[in-house]
């Protein structure tokens, strides 16, 4: 079992930053990669960033469109964190994000390749 505690969120005005980080737990050696999704109201779980490891070196990364140019994710395999930094904040990135972690399989822009998940840290961007 993994456990994810992700912190950082907030309320911030537009054009703003917020950087969110996430700490995996129990166990973590199961795990090969990290992401973060979110979540509006009434809107169903997207995909915004991931990171893979191979051999504890980072292996890839993709972000959503929405957020390429604005959003940055990092991560330590060794210490099974991954951080979101998030700038020119827009009102429309505001939503509930989680981070995922697991080991990696398939389309790793799906909810369905992540096995662990933390509760979700709440970001609101105020215009």
């Known amino acids: 079992q993994v456990q994810l505690v992700e912190s950082g969120g907030g309320v911030v005005q537009a054009g703003g930053s917020l950087r969110l980080s996430c700490a995996a737990s129990g166990r973590s050696f199961s795990i090969n990669g990290m992401a973060w999704f979110r979540q509006a109201p009434g809107k169903e779980r997207e995909f915004v960033a991931s990171i893979v490891y191979a051999a504890d070196i980072t292996y890839s990364i993709y972000y959503a469109d929405s957020v390429k140019g604005r959003f940055i994710i990092s991560g330590d395999a060794a210490k099974n964190t991954v951080s979101l930094q998030m700038n020119s904040l827009k009102p429309e990135d505001t939503a509930v994000y989680f981070c995922?972690?697991?080991?990696?399989?398939?389309?790793?822009?799906?909810?369905?390749?992540?096995?662990?998940w933390g509760q979700g840290t709440q970001v609101t961007v105020s215009s």
């Open positions: 995922a972690g697991g080991l990696v399989s398939g389309n790793r822009q799906s909810t369905t390749a992540y096995g662990s």
